[in-house]
């Protein structure tokens, strides 16, 4: 396709952040983000008994970053739409209860920015949807 008044566009295509990335970053911040729920009191109850590396907790996150970010649908082809307020109604999140979570989210992140090397841009996207997605997920 030409661009406009026949102009070469030299611009290349969008890219999402998960295409910049690749699947290792958030491999590593699901894996580190329930490391650190695991040794957190504050949250603990709310999640699965097994948060190890292999666990479907660490893989559902995985698996849900990687989609949001512009990877592979394996999550919704697995468990279908996302529905993340539905699924998380059943634990009382107040503000207390999402201030841990996301504590621990934003050290996760600060480590995965530290391994891989991640930008500024990138860093400040991902701790975006973080932080949002942590105000939307209270229910009390």
Known sequence: MHAPDGLASNTPPATTLFERLGPAPFARLAAELYRGIDRDARIRSMFPEDLGPESEAVRDMREFLTQFFGGPAEY????????????????????????????????????????????????????????RTSQFMMNR
């Open 76 to 131: 919704s082809m697995r468990k279908g739409h996302p529905r993340l307020r539905a699924r998380h109604m059943r634990f009382p999140i107040d503000q207390s209860a999402r201030d841990a979570w996301l504590e621990n989210a934003l050290a996760a992140l600060a480590m995965v920015v530290r391994e891989h090397a991640l930008d500024e841009l990138a860093r400040r996207e991902i701790e975006t949807y973080l932080v």
